[in-house]
């Protein structure tokens, strides 16, 4: 005979969970995984890079410096190097060894770190030391067995950038970060990084690293080009567009591994693959250094001629011919040329424009003659040929077309235009047009040029009060009536010396920053 036996259960008891199977109805509850807990890292000092071969070593570090990414066929990866420092490695601790040199390799372009700034923290996770050339380097292996993450000098936890879709991070990893933190402002903001100027650089071809200024940023295709300029000179440099999207205009940058083509070539400099730019903070003694140099009376004046035409006291807003009129609403290039206001009977209308060129690009262009009998145009050179005679009733003024943008049409790929003629007495207060018989000099084409490099600047903003003329075949074109400039920013107004650039920069940013609204 079967008996039955019974158990009693405890009410405080746990069940245990039924295993899952074919047959089976209850599967095992997610509840009774244990997680899995963040891996706890432990990290070391730069010391312990140049003293040893280690296999695996994590640790955080400020950037010094940083190159391109390039390919190297020989490693058949993408490569780039950086230069890291703490409070046990730096030039200022130790002058023999200054910095370690951290070279990072990747398959592919995007996976290693291209910092913005100078003094930014890079984390590296999984990096390994090797002896080279006497010492010791150290590589990190994105992908293969190597991370890394990148954070702001300043603040915030939330990385700039990383290797990978994850990272761990706890709040020892915050004390560490800020701990460097801590150390690579004191020490950017007391020793300045070695740089050789534009002017020494140009006796040679050779490689070298700068500190200087950006006065101009123009984007045209893929390309990006740069008007640079310290106390000695002003160059260009040509630079594609994905190198430089963490640029902004009137910043102090760091140039690295740059050089001049030839040395008859010495007004546009050469950036190679490994070249790198990188923004330096206003207040890093780097910044300070550049900007006192402007106080010295050994500044080239062409570098002072060329600076005032970039800066601009934001105290007293710079009017070409009369304000714009304020009753009119602001309306957009796309409502403009594509919406329905030109089917009124109102002709005149008030917009806001960035230019993006100025046609004919010569100054000197833009001044034309014309017989007021006979109504011939006379050849626009011909107008400041000294040795052409023009007639008694030859009248000079000025034709140009304005290539403008706004923010309504910035992505599009259509060009927009605006005229200026000055012949019908329309827009001749805008730029001083030549006044009747009086021939235009060489003091007046300086002026145009300068008129030329304010308008196409990338921050300056035209308020526009325009016309619309129907042509012959009946398609309307625009000419420019009155304008008012304005500045998208807003610059300090201690600006009537070149070493008032000192106050410009404030960290990586201009000091306050403004867009121009209606």
């Known amino acids: 005979m079967r008996h039955k036996i019974s158990v009693k259960r405890e009410k405080n008891s746990e069940r245990k969970p039924t295993p899952a199977t074919s047959k089976g109805k209850f599967r095992a509850a997610s509840a009774f995984k244990s997680k899995k807990k963040a891996a706890d890292y432990s990290y070391s000092k730069l010391e312990d890079v140049i003293k040893k071969e280690i296999d695996r070593i994590n640790l955080?570090?400020?950037i010094l410096d940083c190159s391109g990414v390039y390919y190297s066929k020989t490693a058949g990866k993408h490569i780039c190097t950086v230069k890291l420092i703490d409070d046990t490695v730096n030039p200022a601790t130790s002058p023999r060894r200054p910095f370690v040199t951290t070279t990072m390799f990747a398959g592919a372009a995007t996976r290693l770190p291209q910092p913005p700034m100078v003094g930014s923290i890079l984390r590296i996770h999984r990096g390994q030391t090797k002896k080279n050339r006497g010492g010791f380097q150290l590589n990190c292996d994105v992908g293969i067995k190597g991370a890394w993450t990148l954070f702001d000098p300043r603040d915030s936890v939330i990385p700039i950038d990383k290797s990978s879709k994850t990272h761990t991070f706890t709040a020892k990893d915050k004390q560490r970060l800020k701990r460097i933190r801590e150390f690579a402002n004191e020490f950017f903001e007391e020793n300045p990084q070695p740089s050789t100027t534009l002017e020494e650089a140009s006796q040679s071809t050779k490689e070298f690293d700068t500190t200087c200024y950006i006065l101009n940023i123009k984007s045209k295709g893929i390309m990006t080009h740069l008007l640079l300029c310290d106390t000695t000179r002003v160059v260009k440099l040509d630079v594609f567009f994905n190198r430089t999207m963490h640029l902004s205009p009137l910043s102090v940058v760091r140039l690295r591994g740059i050089s001049y083509p030839s040395a008859k070539t010495s007004s546009h400099l050469r950036f190679n693959d490994y070249s790198?730019?990188?923004?330096?903070?206003?207040?890093?003694?780097?910044?300070?250094?550049?900007?006192?140099?402007?106080?010295?009376?050994?500044?080239?004046k062409n570098v002072l001629e060329e600076i005032q035409y970039y800066l601009h006291d934001s105290d007293k807003p710079l009017i070409l011919g009369c304000p714009s009129d304020k009753k009119l609403k602001v309306v957009s290039l796309r409502d403009l040329y594509f919406g329905d206001l030109l089917k009124s009977n109102h002709r005149v209308f008030r917009i806001?424009?960035?230019?993006?060129?100025?046609?004919?690009?010569?100054p000197s262009d833009w001044i034309c003659a014309m017989n007021k009998r006979t109504k011939d145009q006379v050849k626009m050179k011909d107008a400041l040929d000294k040795n052409k005679v023009l007639c008694k009733d030859c009248e000079y003024y000025l034709k140009l077309q304005l290539f403008v943008k706004d923010r309504a049409v910035k992505t599009d790929n259509n060009m927009y235009m605006i005229f200026l003629c000055t012949v019908d007495n329309r827009g001749k207060e805008f730029i001083k047009a030549p006044t009747g018989k009086k021939k235009p000099d060489e003091a007046y084409v300086k002026k145009l040029k300068r008129i030329y490099k304010i308008l196409t600047r990338p921050w300056t903003v035209l308020?526009?009060?325009?016309?619309a003329v129907n042509t012959v075949e009946g398609q309307p074109i625009f000419f420019l009536v009155n304008t008012e400039l304005k500045l998208t920013c807003i610059i300090p107004h201690c600006i009537h010396s070149a070493f008032s650039l000192l106050l410009i920069c404030h960290h990586h940013y201009l000091k306050g920053c403004l867009l121009y609204t209606s």
């Open 60 to 62: 955080y570090a400020a």
């Open 463 to 467: 308020d526009c009060t325009i016309e």
């Open 276 to 300: 790198n730019i990188l923004n330096i903070p206003g207040d890093y003694r780097s910044a300070k250094d550049l900007a006192n140099s402007f106080k010295s009376k050994s500044t080239s």
């Open 352 to 362: 806001n424009v960035n230019v993006i060129e100025i046609g004919p690009k010569n």
